[in-house]
């Protein structure tokens, strides 16, 4: 795995700094090592938007939020997560 997709940059807005994505990268992300996501938006200081994936071992891979490999991997990560929380005694 290559880190282009890791490149962030602290961003300070008010009292917080925000760890933004400077650029994203095109290269699918295996779903294998992705253990989460975030959106970056514009509006909360950014310069981009992007999706954040953040891997098993804490990195932060910057991605196009409208690719398509992109939004088929936020929809496996969400079922992933909503069979987590509907999972109960």
Known sequence: LKNTHAVSSPV???NNVLDCCLRTSEQPIPRRIVQDYRMQL???GCDI???VF???RGKRLC???QAP???R???KLDASSAR???AGP
Do not use: C, S
């Open 12 to 14: 300070y807005a008010g």
């Open 42 to 44: 514009v509006q909360d």
């Open 49 to 51: 938007p992007a999706t």
């Open 54 to 56: 953040i891997t098993a």
């Open 63 to 65: 991605a196009p939020p």
């Open 69 to 71: 490999w992109v939004l």
């Open 73 to 75: 991997l936020r929809e």
């Open 84 to 86: 987590k929380v509907g």
